[in-house]
Protein backbone atom coordinates (compact mmCIF):
# COMPACT_ATOMS: atom_id res chain seq x y z
CA UNK A 1 0.00 0.00 0.00
CA UNK A 2 3.00 2.65 0.81
CA UNK A 3 4.27 1.89 -2.76
CA UNK A 4 0.66 3.14 -3.75
CA UNK A 5 1.07 6.05 -2.12
CA UNK A 6 4.91 6.91 -3.16
CA UNK A 7 3.82 6.23 -6.89
CA UNK A 8 0.75 8.46 -6.39
CA UNK A 9 3.03 11.51 -4.74
CA UNK A 10 4.75 11.28 -7.76
CA UNK A 11 2.41 11.54 -9.83
CA UNK A 12 0.85 14.41 -7.86
CA UNK A 13 4.12 16.50 -7.99
CA UNK A 14 4.95 15.42 -11.55
CA UNK A 15 1.40 17.06 -12.07
CA UNK A 16 2.20 20.13 -10.33
CA UNK A 17 5.65 20.20 -12.18
CA UNK A 18 4.12 20.57 -15.27
CA UNK A 19 0.99 22.72 -14.02
CA UNK A 20 3.74 25.02 -13.16
CA UNK A 21 5.75 24.99 -15.62
CA UNK A 22 2.76 25.31 -18.19
CA UNK A 23 1.47 28.58 -16.27
CA UNK A 24 4.56 30.11 -17.12
CA UNK A 25 4.35 29.28 -20.58
CA UNK A 26 1.25 30.45 -21.04
CA UNK A 27 2.83 34.39 -19.16
CA UNK A 28 5.16 34.71 -21.27
CA UNK A 29 3.15 33.78 -24.26
CA UNK A 30 0.34 36.45 -23.17
CA UNK A 31 3.24 38.61 -22.22
CA UNK A 32 4.13 38.52 -26.04
CA UNK A 33 0.44 39.24 -27.09
CA UNK A 34 -0.07 42.06 -25.10
CA UNK A 35 3.20 43.36 -26.70
CA UNK A 36 1.55 42.85 -29.84
CA UNK A 37 -2.02 44.36 -28.65
CA UNK A 38 -0.12 47.25 -27.73
CA UNK A 39 1.86 48.03 -31.40
CA UNK A 40 -1.62 46.97 -33.42
CA UNK A 41 -4.82 47.66 -30.65
CA UNK A 42 -7.22 46.08 -33.47
CA UNK A 43 -10.25 43.49 -32.80
CA UNK A 44 -8.29 40.34 -34.01
CA UNK A 45 -5.27 40.96 -31.32
CA UNK A 46 -7.78 42.00 -28.47
CA UNK A 47 -9.25 38.06 -29.10
CA UNK A 48 -6.48 36.55 -29.27
CA UNK A 49 -5.34 38.53 -25.84
CA UNK A 50 -9.09 37.22 -24.17
CA UNK A 51 -8.27 33.73 -25.65
CA UNK A 52 -4.55 33.76 -23.78
CA UNK A 53 -6.02 35.19 -20.84
CA UNK A 54 -8.66 32.36 -20.74
CA UNK A 55 -6.13 30.00 -20.76
CA UNK A 56 -3.95 31.39 -18.65
CA UNK A 57 -6.76 31.09 -15.99
CA UNK A 58 -7.34 27.91 -17.01
CA UNK A 59 -4.31 26.66 -16.48
CA UNK A 60 -3.48 28.29 -12.93
CA UNK A 61 -7.27 26.60 -12.04
CA UNK A 62 -5.33 22.96 -13.08
CA UNK A 63 -2.23 24.10 -10.96
CA UNK A 64 -4.17 24.54 -8.26
CA UNK A 65 -5.91 21.43 -8.39
CA UNK A 66 -2.65 19.73 -8.65
CA UNK A 67 -1.25 21.34 -5.41
CA UNK A 68 -4.88 20.84 -3.28
CA UNK A 69 -4.38 16.92 -4.24
CA UNK A 70 -1.01 16.54 -3.21
CA UNK A 71 -1.76 18.51 0.00
CA UNK A 72 -4.47 16.32 0.47
CA UNK A 73 -2.47 13.13 0.29
CA UNK A 74 0.20 14.63 2.42
CA UNK A 75 -2.11 15.63 5.36
CA UNK A 76 -4.42 12.22 5.04
CA UNK A 77 -1.81 9.57 3.80
CA UNK A 78 -4.71 9.23 1.01
CA UNK A 79 -5.92 10.60 -1.99
CA UNK A 80 -9.11 11.82 -0.48
CA UNK A 81 -9.95 13.39 2.48
CA UNK A 82 -9.82 16.98 3.68
CA UNK A 83 -7.21 20.04 4.38
CA UNK A 84 -8.54 22.86 7.04
CA UNK A 85 -6.36 25.69 7.14
CA UNK A 86 -5.69 29.34 5.53
CA UNK A 87 -9.62 29.95 5.73
CA UNK A 88 -10.30 27.33 3.81
CA UNK A 89 -11.30 23.63 3.58
CA UNK A 90 -10.72 21.73 0.55
CA UNK A 91 -10.43 17.91 -0.58
CA UNK A 92 -12.56 15.06 -1.75
CA UNK A 93 -14.40 12.22 -1.19
CA UNK A 94 -14.91 8.59 -3.13
CA UNK A 95 -18.95 7.37 -2.83
CA UNK A 96 -20.38 4.42 -3.57
CA UNK A 97 -23.44 5.76 -5.87
CA UNK A 98 -25.36 3.66 -7.28
CA UNK A 99 -26.81 5.46 -10.83
CA UNK A 100 -29.83 6.73 -10.73
CA UNK A 101 -29.88 6.83 -7.08
CA UNK A 102 -32.56 9.33 -5.49
CA UNK A 103 -32.14 13.04 -4.35
CA UNK A 104 -32.65 11.86 -0.45
CA UNK A 105 -30.56 9.30 -0.73
CA UNK A 106 -27.84 11.00 -2.11
CA UNK A 107 -27.78 13.66 0.54
CA UNK A 108 -27.90 10.99 3.06
CA UNK A 109 -24.91 9.34 2.09
CA UNK A 110 -23.08 12.55 1.11
CA UNK A 111 -23.91 13.19 4.76
CA UNK A 112 -22.53 9.99 6.13
CA UNK A 113 -19.52 10.30 4.62
CA UNK A 114 -18.60 13.92 4.99
CA UNK A 115 -20.50 15.14 7.58
CA UNK A 116 -18.02 14.29 10.76
CA UNK A 117 -15.38 15.55 8.47
CA UNK A 118 -16.40 18.67 8.03
CA UNK A 119 -17.30 19.52 11.40
CA UNK A 120 -13.72 18.65 12.50
CA UNK A 121 -12.54 20.96 9.86
CA UNK A 122 -14.59 23.75 10.68
CA UNK A 123 -13.48 23.58 14.37
CA UNK A 124 -10.44 23.21 13.38
CA UNK A 125 -10.75 26.61 11.86
CA UNK A 126 -12.84 27.89 14.48
CA UNK A 127 -16.12 28.36 12.48
CA UNK A 128 -19.48 26.65 12.08
CA UNK A 129 -20.68 25.35 9.26
CA UNK A 130 -23.67 27.31 7.38
CA UNK A 131 -25.14 24.28 5.20
CA UNK A 132 -25.96 20.49 4.93
CA UNK A 133 -22.68 18.56 3.97
CA UNK A 134 -23.75 18.08 -0.07
CA UNK A 135 -23.69 21.91 -0.64
CA UNK A 136 -19.90 21.54 -0.16
CA UNK A 137 -19.40 19.22 -2.81
CA UNK A 138 -19.52 19.33 -6.64
CA UNK A 139 -19.52 15.59 -8.65
CA UNK A 140 -16.44 15.11 -10.63
CA UNK A 141 -17.35 13.59 -13.80
CA UNK A 142 -16.99 9.64 -14.82
CA UNK A 143 -16.11 7.23 -12.02
CA UNK A 144 -12.52 6.44 -10.68
CA UNK A 145 -10.98 2.94 -10.84
CA UNK A 146 -13.01 0.88 -8.26
CA UNK A 147 -16.71 2.87 -9.87
CA UNK A 148 -16.68 4.74 -6.95
CA UNK A 149 -18.13 8.87 -7.65
CA UNK A 150 -15.82 11.59 -6.58
CA UNK A 151 -16.96 14.41 -4.92
CA UNK A 152 -14.60 17.96 -4.84
CA UNK A 153 -15.25 19.82 -1.48
CA UNK A 154 -14.73 22.96 -1.28
CA UNK A 155 -15.37 25.71 1.76
CA UNK A 156 -13.95 29.22 2.99
CA UNK A 157 -15.04 31.21 6.19
CA UNK A 158 -17.15 34.01 5.90
CA UNK A 159 -17.10 35.78 9.31
CA UNK A 160 -17.90 32.66 12.19
CA UNK A 161 -19.58 30.61 9.33
CA UNK A 162 -18.06 28.11 6.94
CA UNK A 163 -19.69 28.76 3.67
CA UNK A 164 -19.41 26.54 0.27
CA UNK A 165 -17.05 27.83 -2.27
CA UNK A 166 -18.12 26.72 -5.33
CA UNK A 167 -19.22 29.57 -7.44
CA UNK A 168 -22.86 29.22 -9.13
CA UNK A 169 -23.12 28.00 -12.42
CA UNK A 170 -23.31 31.23 -14.57
CA UNK A 171 -26.57 30.05 -16.82
CA UNK A 172 -25.66 32.50 -19.40
CA UNK A 173 -22.14 31.02 -19.86
CA UNK A 174 -20.15 34.47 -20.56
Known amino acids: MS???SALRQEL???????EQEVERLRKANAELAEGFRLDPSDDTKQLLKRGAASLNAARERALAAKAALAV??????PHGLVAGDGRVFGSVALELAPGTARAAR???IDAALGAQLIEAAAELGVILGTSSERYTRERPG???????ILDVQGRVEGDVLVPAFRPVDKYAR
Not at 13 to 19: D, I, L, S, T, Y
Not at 73 to 78: D, F, I, N, R
Not at 143 to 149: I, K, N, S
Open 107 to 109: EAA
Open 73 to 78: LEKTGS
Open 3 to 5: EDI
Open 13 to 19: EGAVAHA
Open 143 to 149: RDAQGRT
